[in-house]
């Protein structure tokens, strides 16, 4: 047996078929897999990989390092690999590493690291698609780590050259390791033992073991140890190990994501025992200890200035000092100014020193930063929300509204708004998120969003209505009365319901756990949206039942009138029918979060030639689309009103709905007026993208349409489309209508503004 790769196993069913389908899909068939369960749970592993060696071992302790020590007894390959089973392999790992290993005698042979959010069948698909780290409000987050992002920024060099001896190649290639597996990037989660093939006699003649009292960093002994012994090394970048990031870290955590608070214990008992195995001064020390100073200048000294209890310092700052005091005279030479102060304060104990130091660090970043970035502003407002504003007093009688991220007046905001200025005239002092200049029907400060203004708001206003998420880094305070309405009732998967998260924001399920506790109060349209949104949200506080805000003008008594007038202010003919064609988003297209591309599908030439005489067509995409669409020869028969603020005014002058997977339905169906459905991408979104909560096949009011003729024919005949789906109409009324009475807006208010 040439290789065996040993897999830790805990548990984790969601991720082991990843594991062993690249395991069964190796170009490279020498192999066994050792697979060590801990804690008792057996895998259910299927016949599909038969033809896969797989020897499966019991761990009495539930630790990776002791599973890991169990896998290495029980293999029997020349090499092993280690494989967490939440991580796959390329197809090719195996045999590029037994191929570079295969002129020497090598004690190691490695490859390289990617790092990704999906899951394997995602991966190889779109393994181009850089996602972004986003807060989903259409800007990239630069509140994030840098440990935190995707991709692998370390640079994989070999730098052997012509007429270097055997011995020179083998020193430069052990450096190359030392690299590359410890890393220059200053957090410790990036030492590794993984995208490596090991020999095994060279592990059992230097007693190299994972040490099993380690339960978080057990690499850095490790990998310190291997690299202190090994002589011959090689390499080949085209190995690729998948390291697989977890996007649920509430309830599917990576190892590295429940460190925690603990995270300075763990790294230091694991440095210590590095420093047993590694000789001072040596090259690979050297390494370590640089590195412990980046951890130290980048996180520990900024927590030794927050920390205003002293508890960090007296905890952690005698500990680091202990680990700093042999640092090595050519790695201190090397250290900045900055950092040679930041450790001599540290050595004589100087905890003042250090915090004056990172303030005046802070400021320098600041000013180096306005001079580069054209947005320095924002970073000003972000201190002065939450050094000033979020330190004054809150503003009782203000209430801060949002929608869609101030793109539009619209929602259930707009409704809030205006019933609560109805009920309790001059009372309250409105504040609007617009991005444009709008005509309000009562008095209502307008501000930009994420302008000091807004920052002051958020920070200051006791009452906060939005339909979307606010900024992550919102400071909830006690007297904040926050009102979140939501957007619509859900049919595609939400949140903690999702399995990959395949949209421009691969951090979403962290981010709307941290968001959604702010929230007092929420919306529910429906019973099903009460108890979807409870579980998907993991929501536990005030559910509002009343149907939804947004929905009261599609109940009013004189709804005939508001639509004759709106269509009249549009200028759409008094004798033509209208047709709303409003589609939703595609996660997997977008050029960045918040910026979504949308190809239109609709024939609109053949759709004027059938039914121009009598009907037009009224385009609106949804608010992330910025794509324009281009209705050029249409004109006349299309009106793209993308931008119109309040699609609730476009219900209700549309005689027909034709959408895909958007929640209008679950609205417009409070019209009790026909729909049909344009999902020519069905099997896609349904099955790859997100998964829906309902059987669109079975359950909703309308027939699934794959083209333009069909929706054309459907057009032409929608008084038996109507009749064909009466029955299922009247069932989906009852469970998504059935709490709408035109009076939500006035029932959310008595409960939240008391
Ligand atoms: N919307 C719109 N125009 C569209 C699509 C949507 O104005 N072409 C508005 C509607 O008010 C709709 C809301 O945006 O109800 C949400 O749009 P969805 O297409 O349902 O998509 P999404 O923003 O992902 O929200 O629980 C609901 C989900 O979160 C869906």
């Given at each position: 047996?040439k ?6 196993y ?21 192999f ?48 092993v ?11 090719n ?31 190889l698909?779109k ?22 992002q ?15 001896s ?14 590359y ?45 291997v690299?202190?012994?090994c ?12 390291k ?8 599917m ?47 520990v ?31 201190y030479?090397?250290l ?26 802070n ?38 509204f ?33 991005e ?34 606010q ?21 595609k ?11 421009a924001?691969?951090t ?24 979807v949104?409870?579980?998907a ?93 281009d ?19 476009l ?19 409070n ?37 333009t003729?069909?929706?054309i ?14 029955s ?8 998504f ?10 029932n ?7």
């Amino acid at each position: 047996m040439k290789v065996s790769v040993i897999i830790p196993y805990h548990g984790e069913d969601l991720y082991l078929n990843d594991c062993l389908d690249s395991l069964w899909d190796q170009t490279y068939k020498d192999f066994e897999v050792v697979l060590v369960i801990s804690g008792g749970k057996e895998p259910s592993i299927t016949s599909v990989y038969d033809a896969i060696d797989i020897k499966i071992v019991k761990s009495d302790e539930e630790n990776v390092c002791a599973a890991r020590n169990t896998g290495l007894d029980a293999a029997s390959g020349e090499y092993v690999v280690f494989l967490d089973c939440d991580d796959y392999l390329d197809a090719n790992f195996l045999e590029k590493l037994v191929q570079c290993g295969a002129d020497s005698k090598c004690d190691l042979m490695f490859g390289r690291m990617i790092y990704t959010w999906y899951k394997r069948e995602f991966f190889l698909r779109k393994e181009s698609v850089e996602a972004e780290e986003d807060d989903d409000e259409g800007r990239a987050s630069d509140e994030e780590s840098e440990d935190e992002q995707g991709g692998d920024s370390v640079v994989f060099i070999d730098n052997v050259e012509a007429g270097d001896s055997a011995e020179i190649i083998q020193k430069k290639k052990i450096d190359m390791a030392g690299k590359y597996l410890v890393s220059k990037r200053k957090s410790f989660y990036f030492v590794t033992a993984l995208g490596v093939m090991y020999s095994r006699k060279f592990l059992c003649e230097n007693d190299i073991k994972f040490n099993e009292d380690l339960e978080h960093f057990y690499d850095i002994p490790f990998l310190a140890h291997v690299l202190d012994r090994c002589e011959f090394v090689n390499a080949d970048a085209d190995a690729h190990y998948v390291k697989r990031k977890h996007n649920d870290p509430i309830h599917m955590p990576s190892l590295s994501q429940t460190v925690g608070k603990d995270e300075f214990d763990c790294i230091y008992r694991a440095y210590k025992l590095m420093l047993d195995v590694t000789g001072n001064g040596t090259e690979l020390r050297n390494k370590f200890e640089r590195k412990l100073v980046g951890y130290y200048s980048s996180s520990v000294a900024p927590a030794i200035k927050k920390n205003e209890d002293k508890a960090y310092r007296k905890k952690h700052a005698p500990r680091l000092k202990e680990l700093m005091q042999d640092l090595s005279p050519e790695v201190y030479s090397e250290l900045s100014r900055y950092r040679k102060k930041l450790v001599d304060s540290l050595k004589c104990d100087d905890y003042g020193r250090i915090s004056k130091i990172i303030s005046r660090r802070n400021i320098i970043n600041l000013l180096k930063y306005s001079v580069t970035h054209h947005n320095y502003i924002r970073k000003i407002k972000d201190i002065m929300y939450k050094h000033r504003y979020s330190r004054q007093p809150v503003m009782q009688n203000v209430v801060l509204f949002e929608s869609f991220f101030g793109k539009s007046y619209s929602d259930s905001p707009k409704y809030i708004f205006e019933k609560l200025n109805e009920m309790y005239p001059d009372k309250y002092e409105c504040v609007w998120i617009l991005e444009k200049k709008t005509k309000l029907p009562y008095p209502a400060k307008q501000i930009k969003r994420f302008s000091f203004a807004y920052f002051k708001y958020l920070a200051r206003a006791k009452y906060i209505v939005f339909n979307s998420r606010q900024p992550k880094s919102f400071i909830k305070r006690k007297e904040n009365v926050f009102l979140e309405t939501w957007h619509g009732t859900p049919l595609k998967k939400l949140v903690f319901d999702m399995d990959d998260v395949l949209s421009a924001s691969p951090t979403y399920k962290k981010n709307f756990y941290i968001q959604s506790r702010s929230w007092d109060y929420l919306v529910a349209a429906n019973g099903f949206s009460d108890e979807v949104f409870r579980r998907a949200f993991e929501y536990d506080k005030h559910m509002l039942k009343f149907g939804y805000p947004r929905n009261d003008i599609l109940h009013s008594p004189d709804r005939d009138k508001i639509a004759e007038d709106i269509k009249q202010k549009i200028g759409i003919p008094s004798n033509k029918k209208v047709v709303l064609y409003a589609p939703t988003w595609r996660d997997d297209e977008f050029y960045k979060a918040g910026k979504y591309k949308f190809t239109l599908r609709l024939d609109l030439a053949a759709m004027k030639k059938e039914l121009g005489d009598d009907y037009v067509i009224i385009l609106r995409t949804h608010y992330f689309i910025a794509d324009k669409i281009d209705v050029s020869g249409a004109e006349g028969f299309v009106y793209n009103l993308s931008k119109y603020d309040d699609i609730a005014e476009l219900y209700l002058i549309s005689d027909i709905l034709i959408t895909d997977y958007s929640s209008v339905f679950f609205d417009y169906a409070n019209l009790k007026r026909p729909m049909l459905f344009f999902t020519y991408d069905l099997d896609k979104y349904r099955d790859v993208l997100r998964g829906f909560y309902i059987d669109m096949e079975k359950d909703i009011p309308g027939p699934l349409l794959f083209n333009t003729d069909e929706i054309i024919e459907s057009i032409q005949n929608i008084d038996e489309v109507q009749k064909k789906y009466a029955s299922v109409y009247e069932v989906f009324y009852e469970r998504f209508c059935g709490w709408e009475d035109g009076h939500a807006s006035e029932n959310c208010i008595r409960e939240v503004f008391k």
